[in-house]
């Protein structure tokens, strides 16, 4: 009873609360600081400085409601700029509040078809970060230009990934391009394939190469989840029941995911 008081009064105080970075202004130079994501990658904000990257920062915890809501845009933006792998770089950063398994658990219910944003847990040191910034309302979304200065305190409210996209400083115009193993995680592309591609929907083939499917999640085109399944696998076969339409398979390994799109008659 007392945690689920605590929940609903940090809720109620993050959509009472104007959401932004509270310590820092824009112009302010930011405090360095090094992470560890849930997969155990380690990311340093200097280091993405120094190469030249602008980074966006998605500050969050796993019950809130906007941070759900907006999660799967964070992740489209992650997704159509490269996967960290270009110009941008995409961290979330957890309030300190949620362990790894948590913070997993939410990216996957919450992060729609797409693939998702490193994110950082109070086990890999969020906490410490959210404290540094100042950020008591959730989600605040902020930037940070290679010159390790704070560009944007506050992205809100937002519409759609242009909301984001509108955050570019003059003359930055980074390449949208296809995410790579490097801009992911440094990890092994999931690969799979799907028999038939084109279907009623009906006793759907999915075979992996050399790797273990953990889930298997459809979504329609607007990101709603329309199919969930655990399976522990190399090879399944699933049914569809959905309206006629093109649908996204993300399949989830322990520490991947890739989608693709399949065609429901």
């Known amino acids: 009873m007392k945690k689920n008081t605590s929940l609903f009064l940090m809720l109620l105080f993050s959509i009472l609360t104007f959401a932004q970075t509270n310590n820092y202004n824009v112009g ?3 405090d360095d600081f090094t992470v560890t994501d849930v997969y155990g990658i380690e990311h340093n904000l200097y280091e993405y400085a120094d190469a030249g990257k602008h980074i966006y920062l998605d500050f969050f915890y796993d019950t809130c409601g906007p941070c759900q809501t907006w999660q799967s ?3 489209e933006f992650y997704d159509k700029y490269g996967c960290n792998g270009g110009d941008l770089v995409m961290l979330s950063i957890n309030n300190g509040t949620d362990s790894d398994e948590e913070v997993l658990l939410y990216g996957e219910t919450y992060g729609g078809p797409f693939n998702l ?16 910034f100042g950020v008591s309302a959730f989600p605040t979304f902020c930037l940070i230009g290679p010159d390790r200065t704070l560009l944007n305190r506050d992205i ?5 990934i242009t909301t984001f996209e509108a955050t570019f400083p003059n003359g930055v115009d980074p390449e949208v391009m296809e995410c790579t193993i490097l801009g992911s995680t440094d990890l092994q592309t ?3 394939t799907i028999v038939p591609s084109i279907s009623n929907g009906q006793n759907i083939s999915l075979v992996m190469e050399n790797q273990i499917a953990e889930k298997i999640q459809v979504f329609d085109l607007t990101g709603k989840k329309v199919y969930s399944q655990k399976v522990n696998a190399n090879n399944m076969v699933f049914s569809l029941n959905v309206s ?22």
């Open 28 to 30: 302010d130079i930011v």
């Open 73 to 75: 845009t964070f992740s």
């Open 117 to 132: 944003p490193p994110a950082v847990s109070a086990d890999g040191g969020s906490g410490s970060v959210n404290s540094n």
């Open 156 to 160: 809100w409210p937002l519409t759609d």
């Open 190 to 192: 999931v690969k799979f």
């Open 244 to 265: 006629s339409g093109t649908y996204l398979v993300k399949v989830i390994t322990e520490n991947r995911s890739t989608t693709k799109k399949i065609i429901i008659r």
